[in-house]
């Protein structure tokens, strides 16, 4: 069982930025992959990000160009930088391995002037 929890979330400008963390521990020889998704009220929860084994990212349209996936090996964690944030971004945001069905408590993220 991987353990996954997700910090960094806050408050911030719109302009400003954010870097999400999220550390896992547990079965870490297990992970292959890292997702990040996001669900703001009354939306969908939706895919914004994701590493792969070999250093392979992937980004949804609406974040391409501002937020920026990467991994910290020594310290079993994945962030999310999140620059020229919008309104917009405001969600809570997920870290996710494929191999799990389930979600933990995700990090709050308000962008508002």
């Known amino acids: 069982q991987v353990q996954l929890v997700e910090s960094g979330g806050g408050l911030v400008h719109p302009g400003g930025s954010l870097r999400l963390s999220c550390a896992a521990s547990?079965?870490?020889?297990?992970?292959?992959?890292m997702n990040w998704y996001r669900q703001a009220p009354g939306k969908q929860r939706e895919f914004v990000a994701s590493f792969m084994w070999g250093g392979r990212t992937n980004y949804a349209d609406s974040v391409k160009g501002r937020f920026t996936i990467s991994s910290d090996n020594v310290k079993n964690t994945v962030y999310l930088q999140m620059t020229s944030l919008k309104p917009e971004d405001s969600a809570i945001y997920y870290c996710k391995t494929p191999g799990s069905s389930s979600w933990g408590p995700g990090t709050q993220v308000t962008v508002s002037s």
């Open positions: 547990g079965r870490i020889f297990s992970i292959s992959a």
